[in-house]
């Protein structure tokens, strides 16, 4: 038993005999700080229905979950709920960028406590080795805001064994050191690979590379996730039978899901359908998503293949370039047109490609041309409403943000306070308790995190506290670093990492497969 718990505290008094009363109590670290939250609102990840309680927490776990108002141990923290909802922090399954060298603290701020990186097949490195093992050790040795996970990225592994970009059909000798150096990963701690199809060098590559890998993923347990061959309306079906075939055995994840240019609820609930069909068949195929209908991404997905790198791109302008105008005219035709892009890369961040391009004298495929494949990202509106938010209130598709620090989109300060806001405070349209479930214990069981994304007794104790009618996503497409408001308390680990509106403590910790999990 927990040192200093009364028998009426453990049994509950009043309301002994519930549920509650019979949950295990664990036995506290000799010395470790004690937090206790009387009478808080717990949603506890699971999907069950909010129900008052006491959550004691001691080290880094949940120690135990009491009937409601009981009085704290001696030497222990007591945060009081005053009806406020205390649930697992939030596990963000797709993010971008380094806790290395850039703040997290705007991930704190909406209630994240644990991210996945490698995503869209690169991640983060030390330097210019591209062994994910290095950056690994030395994660593990940094200060940590929050915890970090890590997938072996394609595209990484791909240059790392000496495959050009361009070479769509690596030689043997190439596909085993690709392979040996996956492996090496995945043992160090990978959750698994994330492929980026539509991406240099992901682009170039075949179903038979990506199904090579598939199988050591499978030997390790792990999870394939992948950006898409494309996304696009008359594509995406075949995107997802080319990602279930190249995972196999493993288990697939569809990163960011969305559909670009489809219209509707019906075309949403077409896309869930062939979905909610492959699990029925047997293959665990997961999917996450973000409440935005603005992707954000290179331009360089605008420019056609021949022009991109090793392309010599200068001679593909001097030798093609009535081609390549066509091209980027038809394509932006499609995409909605220069409005539909707005800028995030400097000099031109928070400008349309119209207003850019304008600024600039030229024409908006001239200006295209001029900066290159690789001269900016920006946000693309290129979504549906109607049809995304069914994809983001889907019981079985999780929340991710696709974002990172510095990213001109407000997915990447936003995305959490915008689905309390929006979609359950402001609508109606999802019971808090689901929403917290799409963004703790779905990710946990995709990433197979057994002790994290639900609040029970042995549990990690990353925890939120908040009142959902004080969040707020203060960010917008115009004003993209606003942090979140309205999460009072994020606990990692056992310990306050932010409070108040500001980072007050680095507990987080890299997470490894199979080792700390």
């Known amino acids: 038993m927990m040192r200093n718990l009364t028998r009426r505290q453990l049994v509950g008094g009043a309301i002994a005999g519930s549920a509650l009363a019979n949950l295990p109590v664990l036995a506290a670290p000799h010395d470790a700080p004690t937090t206790w939250f009387r009478d808080v609102l717990l949603v506890d990840g699971t999907g069950a229905r909010p129900r008052r309680a006491d959550v004691v927490v001691g080290g880094d776990r949940v120690l135990a979950i009491l009937p409601p108002g009981g009085a704290a141990t001696q030497g222990a923290r007591l945060v009081e709920g005053d009806g406020r909802i205390l649930a697992p922090g ?25 991210i996945l990186l490698g995503v869209d097949g690169s991640g983060p490195r030390v330097g210019d080795d591209p062994n994910l093992g290095t950056w690994l050790t030395a994660a593990d040795r940094a200060s940590l805001p929050l915890n970090v996970a890590a997938l072996a990225s394609h595209g990484t592994l791909r240059r790392a064994s000496g495959i050009e970009d361009a ?34 060098p992901g682009i170039y590559s075949e ?27 008359d594509e995406i079906e075949a995107s997802i039978e080319e990602l279930i075939a190249s995972a196999h055995p493993a288990r697939p994840h569809i990163s960011h899901l969305k559909v670009v240019f489809g219209k509707g609820e019906v075309r949403a609930r077409r ?39 090793p392309t010599d791109y200068g001679a593909v302008v001097a030798g093609r370039r009535l081609e390549l105008r066509d091209h980027l005219v038809a394509r932006m035709t499609r995409r909605g047109g220069p409005e539909a892009l707005l800028i995030g890369t400097a000099p031109y961040a928070g400008k349309t490609l119209a207003r850019a391009a ?8 001239d200006f295209l041309i001029r900066i290159g494949p690789g001269g ?18 889907d019981p079985d598709v999780a929340i991710s943000t696709d974002g990172g620090p510095g990213m001109h989109h407000p997915r990447a300060t936003g995305t959490y306070a915008k689905l309390i806001e929006q979609d359950v405070v402001n609508t109606g349209r999802l019971p808090i308790e ?16 057994a002790d994290r994304g639900t609040v029970r007794p042995g549990a990690k104790a990353d925890l939120i506290l908040f009142a959902a009618e004080r969040v707020k996503a203060r960010s917008t497409f115009l004003d993209p670093f606003a942090q979140a408001e309205g999460f009072d308390m994020v606990m990692v680990n056992g310990l306050p990492a932010f409070e108040e509106g500001e980072r007050v403590s680095a507990p987080g910790r890299l997470l490894r497969a199979s080792r700390t999990r």
């Open 90 to 114: 939030l596990i963000d399954t797709h993010t971008h960028g380094n806790p290395l060298e850039q703040s997290y603290d705007a991930f704190l701020a909406m209630g994240v406590t644990t």
């Open 434 to 449: 689901r929403a917290v479930h799409k963004a703790s214990a779905l990710p946990a069981r995709i990433l197979r995190l």
């Open 167 to 200: 070479v769509r059909q690596p030689d043997d000798a190439a596909l085993a050191r690709m392979a040996a150096q996956l492996d090496r990963e995945l043992a160090a701690g990978a959750f698994g690979i994330s492929f980026g199809l539509e991406y240099v």
């Open 358 to 365: 304008d600024d600039a004298g030229l024409h908006y495929a």
């Open 207 to 233: 179903r038979a590379e990506l199904a090579s890998l598939g199988h050591i993923v499978a030997r390790h347990g792990g999870v394939v996730m992948s950006h898409m061959r494309s996304e696009n309306d």
């Open 376 to 393: 900016a990202s920006g946000a693309h509106f290129t979504m549906d409403d109607a049809l995304q938010d069914v994809l983001v209130l």
């Open 271 to 309: 896309l869930l359908d062939l979905i909610a069909a492959k699990r029925r068949a047997g293959i665990d195929l997961t999917a996450d998503a973000y409440p935005y209908s603005a992707g954000y991404t290179g331009i360089s997905l605008l420019f056609p293949e021949w022009a991109l790198p």
